[in-house]
């Protein structure tokens, strides 16, 4: 049984599964969810040894949380718990809020929710562009002084702004997609976090599961993901093409595509740890046989050349969705 190995967080912060597991798919996202299956789930990942486990206050609007909470009763100690706040809902449409007293309002909201007395990594899930950085990254550093969160993070934030929050209190980790298929964005924030010595946390690296090859056909395509441009019609074929390269690589190895792809993310430096989220205990488990998949120097860069920076085709949010990242 694969069990998952551990890196630090940066220069000084906690030492967390390589592998993680994103929780948002527990929500209704990519389709239903079942909360029983999706607890069972969580034991499942933590019984081999995934002890990072990320959500959101956003997720659902509680309902993950919630869910995570159930999940880890009794098993607190097993598990590095990720949370974030600042996606609120505002006239339909989602709003952001990184004003301190919402800091403040937000973390006790997701406590009473987990169930916990405080948390292991709290982020900042989306840049207010309306307040200082650093007035939000006081809020939070203020629940660190309170016992409440133990690190802080931030999400989709642009390395300038990562510099601003280090400089109020030690940032532990920034998380940012991160991809085969999109990795841009993602390794230029690397350069300020590895210099910051900030760990470095990939979600989406699965692509939003393209990168699994079980997204063949457009019909294929469910849930959330339907409004991503990566799967609309103008894009997919090309995308998909992309993904048939890593397929060929991945049967020369004798692995899924899925894990060759993971192997090659963890290849980027010991900064980089991953959190694919999956509502099936057997997608989790093929995420962590990437742990036993071993590549050269030369497949690394292989691989980096069969699916290069920038090739993918449409951007990897909606229009609305691109407004609030990378700032």
């Not at 909201?109 to 990254?137: C, F, M, N, W």
């Not at 980096?304 to 700032?327: C, D, E, F, I, Q």
Request: contains cysteine; charged residues 25%.
């Amino acid at each position: 049984m694969t069990k998952t190995a551990l890196r630090q967080l940066g220069t000084n912060g906690p030492s967390v599964s390589v592998i993680g597991l994103g929780c948002m798919s527990l929500s209704g996202v990519y389709g239903a969810a079942d909360d029983a299956q999706s607890e069972d789930l969580i034991r499942r990942a933590i019984d081999r040894g995934v002890n990072h486990l990320d959500t959101s206050d956003m997720y659902g609007w509680g309902h993950n949380e919630a869910v995570v909470g159930q999940a880890i009763k009794g098993l607190r100690a097993k598990v590095f718990l990720a949370t974030k706040f600042g996606q609120i809902r505002r006239e339909g449409q989602n709003g952001v809020n990184g004003r301190p007293e919402y800091v403040r309002e937000a973390c006790e909201a997701s406590l009473k929710r987990l169930g916990v007395d405080v948390i292991d990594l709290y982020y900042q899930h989306r840049v207010d562009p309306d307040v200082p950085v650093e007035d939000t990254v006081g809020a939070m550093a203020g629940l660190v002084h309170a016992g409440k969160v133990r690190h802080l993070g931030l999400s989709e934030a642009n390395p300038e702004r990562i510099r601003r929050a280090h400089a109020v209190h030690p940032i532990a980790a920034v998380q940012t997609e991160y991809s085969l298929l999109y990795r841009t964005e993602a390794e230029e924030t690397r350069e300020t976090t590895r210099a910051l010595g900030i760990g470095f946390v990939a979600y989406a690296p699965l692509g939003r599961g393209f990168l699994t090859g079980a997204i063949k056909t457009i019909g294929d395509v469910d849930g959330r993901r339907a409004q991503h441009p990566r799967f609309q019609a103008d894009n997919f074929d090309h995308n998909r093409a992309l993904v048939a390269r890593i397929e060929a690589v991945a049967a020369e190895k004798g692995c899924t595509p899925g894990q060759l792809t993971l192997a090659w993310l963890l290849a980027q430096g010991d900064d980089v740890v991953a959190i694919p989220g999956t509502r099936y205990t057997q997608r989790m488990v093929e995420n962590l046989g990437a742990l036993d998949v071993r590549l050269t120097d030369a497949e690394v860069a292989e691989i980096s050349a069969a699916v290069p920076m920038g090739a993918a085709s449409g951007t990897r949010y909606p229009a609305g969705g691109m407004k609030g990242v990378y700032l």
